[in-house]
Nanobody
Framework: QVQLVESGGGLVQAGGSLRLSCAAS????????MGWFRQAPGKEREFVAV????????YYADSVKGRFTISRDNAKNTVYLQMNSLKPEDTAIYYC???????????????????WGQGTQVTVSS
């Protein structure tokens, strides 16, 4: 059974930084893609970033490009989301997700992902 556990959320002032972690267990993830999504109050859950575990190929939502960086540590089975230059509109619950059959397409769709973490709250004050 795949388990994803996020950590690293918190309260930060606008312009600040946070690093989220997603510890993955239960499988060999070399063929997976790992994504980050976020959901603000009253809004749909939206794609943030994805990384292909084997190649390290990454994609980002336009809203975070240049500010956020997704990375992975193979030895620790952990995926990170480094968030810099945070804005109040980045406030949301951030979720880690795993796609076990990654094709390189439609990585921005929630339905592509098979496993989800419980989420971690990020709050950016103005």
């Amino acid at each position: 059974q795949v388990q994803l556990v996020e950590s690293g959320g918190g309260l930060v002032q606008a312009g600040g930084s946070l690093r989220l972690s997603c510890a993955a267990s239960g499988r060999t993830f070399s063929s997976y893609a790992m994504g980050w999504f976020r959901q603000a109050p009253g809004k749909e859950r939206e794609f943030v970033a994805v990384i292909r575990w084997s190649s390290g190929t990454t994609y980002y939502a336009d809203s975070v490009k240049g500010r956020f960086t997704i990375s992975r540590d193979n030895a620790k089975n952990t995926v990170y989301l480094q968030m810099n230059s945070l804005k109040p509109e980045d406030t949301a619950i951030y979720y880690c997700a795993a796609d076990e059959d990654y094709s390189g397409s439609y990585y921005y769709l929630r339905v592509q992902y098979d496993y989800w973490g419980q989420g971690t709250q990020v709050t950016v004050s103005s």
